[in-house]
């Protein structure tokens, strides 16, 4: 069974830039979680998707973070413009129901200058 | 709100034993979960509590106790492999909220 792929692994802005990363999660896995991680800290929720719809986004900064998840499956973060504390790796993670074991991709890591 | 807490770093020999606890505040509970995360890599799971009790599986085993807010990951005949952050994660009574603890780092000594 394929695991969730995430893509970019890796990706290097400057401060104002706008940047996007996909996931695509584990087939007929309903729930999909997008997380940011700064280095020594835990993964922070950003969104939650059950399907296609948002279940959770009360710690989306949605002046700059937009999420989605068209038919169900792939999803893209997007942040416009980016700051230097957006600095962090994002996590994708997906689990087959939405009280479940999840499941993480490798991870965006993202570098703002 | 929700709040998790664990202790940030630990040291254990190889071949002990080590406990890693996590306390936590929720406004609801629909269970437990423990997650490895290797430096660098994504967070793996490990074990998932939902009522109280002990759940062993193989070298790893995950206690639960609701009323005390409590929950501790039981690591046995640790291995240089186990040095890692362990974390502690938490979701609410619908599913909605699901928050991570800080973590707490491992490392194995020889």
């Known amino acids: 069974e394929a695991g969730v792929a995430q893509s970019p692994r890796y990706k290097i802005i400057e401060k104002r830039q706008s940047v996007a990363f996909w996931c695509n999660p584990i087939?007929?896995?309903?729930?999909l979680y997008w997380y940011q991680q700064i280095l020594g800290q835990g993964p922070k929720l950003l969104i939650q998707f059950q399907n296609n719809g948002v279940v959770d986004d009360s710690q989306l900064p949605k002046d700059r973070f937009s999420a989605e998840r068209l038919k169900g499956v792939d999803s893209t973060l997007k942040i416009q413009p980016a700051k230097l504390e957006d600095s962090a790796v994002y996590l994708c993670a997906s689990s087959l129901v939405r009280e479940g074991e999840q499941y993480f991709g490798p991870g965006t890591r993202l570098t703002v200058t | 709100g929700q709040n998790i807490d664990q202790p940030t770093e630990m040291t254990a020999t190889e071949g002990a034993i080590v406990q890693i606890n996590c306390t936590y505040q929720t406004s609801g509970f629909n269970g437990l979960f423990w997650y490895q995360q290797h430096a660098g890599e994504a967070p793996t799971f490990l074990s998932y509590n939902v009522l109280d009790g002990l759940e062993e599986k193989g070298r790893f085993s995950s206690f639960l106790s609701r009323s005390k807010g409590y929950s501790y990951l039981l690591l046995k005949e640790l291995q240089m492999k186990d040095s890692a952050s362990y974390l502690c994660a938490v979701k609410d009574n619908y599913g909605q909220n699901f928050v991570f603890g800080p973590g707490t780092r491992l490392s194995v000594l020889p």
């Open positions: 087939s007929g896995h309903a729930t």
